[in-house]
């Protein structure tokens, strides 16, 4: 795991930005891994930036995100692709056909994550995957406890996790008890992993990450394994190293 030490938040984004950027400009149809929550929003913005300023086109580009809320339709507010919307599709070429989210309101929720899973593969799956640190060793949704080969599958939320995530609702109760997202070895198949961590907060859990044992007790710990991982993180993050 190589470790990429910045000063800040801003700086953080900025070069997963750097990154992600040089990686579609060197690949014929790249494939892009997004995450949502605050962490990434910077690095959308800096995108977004670059895309204006011509560095980037994303018309051969196609993405994924981890993961989505089950029970909320792509046009509520709370849901992911909402927010990827928001944060960044509608201001940049990717064609909509080329921007997946998993269908967290499907009526078929397994046959859903199975189908989610098929269209990774036809892709060839994914070039760079962007990850946050949940304060819990979260990856994408995948809980502690969750078995290292999951695939894409439903998770209940674990009590922290939706705690963390009520800022974004009017309260607790509002935060959906389950989401779909993509599995720990489905993770693991990305070519590359931008792992972006920031605050003192986070600390604790990138000192587990970086020096703990493996064990899907914290299943961020699984990514000491992956032979090309880059830990974007600020000072706070870094504080207990």
């Known amino acids: 795991m190589e470790i990429l030490k910045v000063r800040n938040y801003d700086e953080m984004s900025e070069k997963a930005c750097d990154l992600i950027v040089e990686k579609i400009n060197k690949l014929d149809n790249p494939v892009l891994g997004l995450a949502t929550g ?11 930036d670059s895309y204006q300023r011509t560095k980037v086109s994303f018309t051969k580009t196609t993405t994924f995100n981890l993961d989505e809320y089950v029970g909320l339709p792509g046009e509520n507010p ?18 909509d056909n080329r921007a997946f989210l998993p269908d967290g ?3 078929d929720l397994k046959k859903e994550c199975r189908d989610y899973e098929t269209l990774m593969y036809i892709a060839e799956y994914i070039d760079v995957q962007v990850l946050g640190l949940g304060l819990n060793g979260h990856i994408g949704f995948n809980e502690p406890g969750t078995a290292f080969d999951s695939r894409t599958h439903i998770v209940e939320l674990d009590e922290t996790t939706r705690k963390a995530n009520a800022r974004f609702f009017d309260s607790l109760e509002d935060v959906p008890k389950k989401a779909i997202t993509m599995g720990i070895e489905t993770i693991m ?3 590359k992993i931008l792992l972006l961590v920031s605050g003192e907060k986070k600390a604790e ?3 587990r990450l970086v020096n703990g044992e493996i064990s899907e007790d914290f299943p961020a710990s699984i990514l000491q394994k992956h032979e090309n991982v ?8 870094l504080s207990k190293l």
């Open 38 to 48: 605050s962490t990434p929003e910077g690095m959308y913005q800096q995108i977004i």
């Open 78 to 95: 709370n849901s992911y692709r909402f927010y990827m919307n928001e944060k960044l599709f509608k201001h940049i070429d990717l064609p």
């Open 105 to 107: 309101d499907a009526d």
């Open 189 to 191: 198949e990305s070519k």
């Open 205 to 207: 859990a990138v000192f």
């Open 230 to 237: 880059i830990l974007i993180a600020d000072e706070g993050a």
